[in-house]
């Protein structure tokens, strides 16, 4: 079986201060407490339609402050008041004690889970199918500025025969995260075919965290010696301010007499640079192209040239076929 923990007791007394802030001795702590529950009973029963999300009670000796946090105040007071004054001759009566009755508004209502959980129940109590119901809700209250929501409806869900849980989420929702403003609502839709339990957990964002204060330096304040301040301070150099002093008081030091620089031997003559071998390029030793615009002559070397004019001087001769010898 999974270990459920209440999103607000977990963090109550942490981040989340408690609903009721009273605090009595053992034999009036049991009656005290019943009548709390009467009360918060009473007044969600009568404010059906107010929208109230949070009811909180704070005792003193002979008096009870009742906080209601609601989205619809106007309801809650009434034309003139009336609404609000019959209440709380209703809650003395019951209490017998003076009561004061403060209402708070609730300006964003998609982000109360409780108020959240209602809507879904209501639409669930007008016979709408209940995904469509989680579908709207979710879109409502992501657009208020939710970082997360999760809605999970548990029941004869659209009128069968068997039991089932159906549930949808959108964003985050980091319920093991201590500092996570999570915020949980649950309530029942009475249906013709049965009751649906709607649960709702909204995250809007991490509680502020105030940083610890830095740790202060401890000052030490200086004896009384009958000296002014100024006074010692110039009196009494420091350390560094002895060693500059010395310094300052210390002879000069006699200048370094420059030592005779060794002129630097003659320079030896280097050798004469060898002329570079000039490379002729076979645009060199081709003649130039006539201006006439004749043949152009054919390229070709000095030795190359002298060889052709002695093989056109030599007779030309038939060419000697040498036999092979025979075996």
Partial sequence: MGHKVHPNGFR??????????????????????LEDNRLRKMLLARLKNAGVARIETERSSSALTITLHTAKPGIVIGKGGTSVDQLRDELERITGKRVRVTIQEIKKPELSAQLVAENVAAQLEKRIAFRRAIKQSLMKTMRA???????????????????????NREGRVPLHTLKADIDFGQTEAKTTFGRIGVSAWVYTGNFPTEAPPKPQAAVEEPADT????????????????????????????PEPVAAPVATAPAAIEAPAAKPKRTRTTKAATTDAIPADGGEKPKRASRARTTATADKAAAPKTPRARVAKKKE
Avoid at 147 to 155: D, P
Avoid at 242 to 249: C, G, I, K, R
């Fill in 12 to 33: 109550l007394g942490v981040y989340r201060n408690w609903e009721a802030k009273w605090f009595a001795p053992d034999k009036e702590y049991k009656p005290l407490l």
């Fill in 145 to 167: 500025g939710a970082q997360g929501v999760k809605i999970r409806v548990k029941g004869r869900l659209g009128g069968s025969e068997m039991a089932r849980v159906e549930w």
């Fill in 226 to 253: 009958g000296v002014p301040v100024g006074a010692a301070i110039a009196e009494a150099p420091t350390p560094l301010a002895e060693l500059v002093q010395a310094a300052v008081a210390a002879p000069a030091a």
